[in-house]
C-alpha cells in the first residue's frame, strides 16, 4: 500500500520569497514520486518526477525537490515565488504493480503568493 | 501536438440520471486513465485501459464503468448518479515509451443537483 501526506493545505508567500512544500510518502517498495500543479479550471500539469536516478530532481518553472529515504519525504522548493506560481500542488507516488504505474495523490496544497 | 482532450467541460445532471464523459489521449498514446477529484482533495484513481483492456480500477461502484475504443479514445461511464459523484473528472494518456509519466486533459467538471 503507498500513501501521501501534505503537510499544509494553504501554504502563503510574499512574491520573491522561498517556497517549501512538504511531502512525506508510504511506500512498502522504492517508490517513483511526482510533483504537479493545477491552475484554477484546469488539469494537471507535471512539474517534475523522481524514478531512482538523482536525488534531487529539476523541474519546470524553476522547481525542484529531493528525495530523501530516511525521511521518506520529498519536498518541493523554489528559491524565489512569482506571483504566478499561485496554484494547488499534489504531490504523488506510484509503484509499479505489473507496470501501471497508478499514483497515490495527496490532498495538495494550495500556494498563494501576495505581492 | 495537441493535448488531451475532453468533452464536455461541464455538465449538469440530476440524481438517478446517467452521463458518459469522453476522452482522446494524445496522439501515439494508447494507455488512457480515469480520476475523479472531489473539490479540495487530490484526484482518486478510478480505471486504466491500455490497448483496450482494462488494467486497474479503483475503489469505485460497479455504477462506474469505462472502455477504450481501437483509435485508443475512452469514455467513462456513471449510472444512477447520486449528489457526491459531483467532482471533476480527469483523463490522463501515457505512452508505451515514458509509462511513469502521465499527461493529463483539462478535465469535465459533473454536477448533479
Known amino acids: 500500500a503507498q500513501s501521501v501526506t501534505q503537510l499544509g493545505s494553504h501554504v502563503s508567500v510574499s512574491e520573491g520569497a522561498l517556497v517549501l512544500l512538504r511531502c512525506n510518502y508510504s511506500s512498502s517498495v522504492p517508490p517513483y514520486l511526482f510533483w504537479y500543479v493545477q491552475y484554477p479550471n484546469q488539469g494537471l500539469q507535471l512539474l517534475l518526477k523522481y524514478t531512482s536516478a538523482a536525488t534531487l530532481v529539476k523541474g519546470i518553472n524553476g522547481f525542484e525537490a529531493e528525495f530523501k529515504k530516511s525521511e521518506t519525504s520529498f519536498h518541493l522548493t523554489k528559491p524565489s515565488a512569482h506571483m504566478s506560481d499561485a496554484a494547488e500542488y499534489f504531490c504523488a507516488v506510484s509503484d509499479r504493480p505489473g507496470g501501471s504505474y497508478i499514483p497515490t495523490f495527496g490532498r495538495g496544497t494550495s500556494l498563494i503568493v501576495h505581492p | ?113
Do not use: M
Open chain 2, 1 to 113: 501536438d495537441a493535448g488531451v482532450t475532453q468533452s464536455p467541460t461541464h455538465l449538469i445532471k440530476t440524481r438517478g440520471q446517467q452521463v458518459t464523459l469522453r476522452c482522446s489521449p494524445i496522439s501515439g498514446h494508447k494507455s488512457v486513465s480515469w480520476y475523479q477529484q472531489v473539490l479540495g482533495q487530490g484526484p482518486q484513481f478510478i480505471f486504466q485501459y491500455y490497448e483496450k483492456e482494462e488494467r486497474g480500477r479503483g475503489n469505485f461502484p460497479d455504477r462506474f464503468s469505462a472502455r477504450q475504443f481501437p483509435n485508443y479514445s475512452s469514455e467513462l461511464n456513471v449510472n444512477a448518479l447520486l449528489l457526491g459523484d459531483s467532482a471533476l473528472y480527469l483523463c490522463a494518456s501515457r505512452s508505451v515509451a515514458s509509462t511513469d509519466t502521465q499527461y493529463f486533459g483539462p478535465g469535465t467538471r459533473l454536477t448533479v443537483l
